[in-house]
């Protein structure tokens, strides 16, 4: 007695569609939902206003054990509304964010902002932003 095989298109299989379709869709929410949690936030975040409204200075602190990066990005709003983001040199040394409190004080042309801020371990210091030195673009 022969058994013949079924036809390829015809094999039984035990997962169906409805099965298939729903353990997929859980598996790609459960990988963007590792990813979101993975990245972190920065420690600190400050957005300073200059107040004419057209320029932004956005503060951010991400630290670890070693050391912060710490970046300021200069954005000023072009006179089509359209916005051009650029950053400005912020070398600071340690391993504590130091923007979780900021005064900004703007320069009457809004060429500079003076920014004073209280860091862990000292006192009041203060960090001068000189916005034509605000050319990388990446």
Not at 39 to 54: E, F, H, K, N, Y
């Amino acid at each position: 007695m022969t058994t013949q095989a079924p036809e390829p298109g015809d094999q039984p299989t035990a997962i169906t569609l409805p099965v298939f379709i729903a353990a997929a869709a859980a598996l790609v929410i459960g990988a963007f939902t590792l990813i979101w949690f993975a990245i972190p936030g920065p420690d600190t975040r400050q957005v300073l206003t200059a107040p004419s409204g057209d320029k932004f200075i956005e503060l951010g602190e991400l630290c670890n054990d070693d050391d912060c990066a710490r970046v300021a990005v200069l954005d000023v709003v072009q006179p089509d509304q359209s916005h051009l983001r650029t950053y400005c040199p912020l070398d600071r040394p340690g391993n504590a964010p130091l923007f979780a409190s900021v005064v900004a004080v703007w320069a009457p042309a809004e060429d500079s902002v003076t920014l004073q801020f209280t860091s862990p371990e000292g006192p009041p210091e203060l960090l001068t932003i000189v916005l034509a030195e605000c050319t990388r673009t990446q």
